[in-house]
Nanobody, 125 residues
Framework: QLQLVESGGGLVQPGGSLRLSCAASGFTLDYYAIGWFRQAPGKEREGVSCISRSGSSTDYADSVKGRFTISRDNAKNMVYLQTNSLKPEDTAVYYC??????????????????WGQGTQVTVSS
């Protein structure tokens, strides 16, 4: 079965950090660019970051630039999103998704072939 599985979410205080992971099973991530998205309650899902197949190119939404870092380890079939200096407005369900094409944070969701089930990030004191 081809799937993505996110992990690493949780409850963190403002200013804290979390490392989100995206693991692939049933297929290799080498051939896919990976995007991270998030959806806050009552809001539409938005692109947060994405990384090219090789990892040489990354993109970030303005709201997270300088605080979040996307990376990948193709040998482990994993993609990561390091989230630092978290703010209450970062509270959302975070999803990873895979596309065989290139990506930016504006790449339409319809272009992505596989999605994970999401991991909850809650930033609160």
């Amino acid at each position: 079965q081809l799937q993505l599985v996110e992990s690493g979410g949780g409850l963190v205080q403002p200013g804290g950090s979390l490392r989100l992971s995206c693991a692939a099973s049933g297929f290799t991530l080498d051939y896919y660019a990976i995007g991270w998205f998030r959806q806050a309650p009552g809001k539409e899902r938005e692109g947060v970051s994405c990384i090219s197949r090789s990892g040489s190119s990354t993109d970030y939404a303005d709201s997270v630039k300088g605080r979040f870092t996307i990376s990948r380890d193709n040998a482990k079939n994993m993609v990561y999103l390091q989230t630092n200096s978290l703010k209450p407005e970062d509270t959302a369900v975070y999803y990873c998704a895979a596309t065989m094409g290139p990506c930016t944070v504006y790449t339409p969701e319809s272009v992505y072939n596989y999605w994970g089930q999401g991991t909850q990030v809650t930033v609160s004191s």
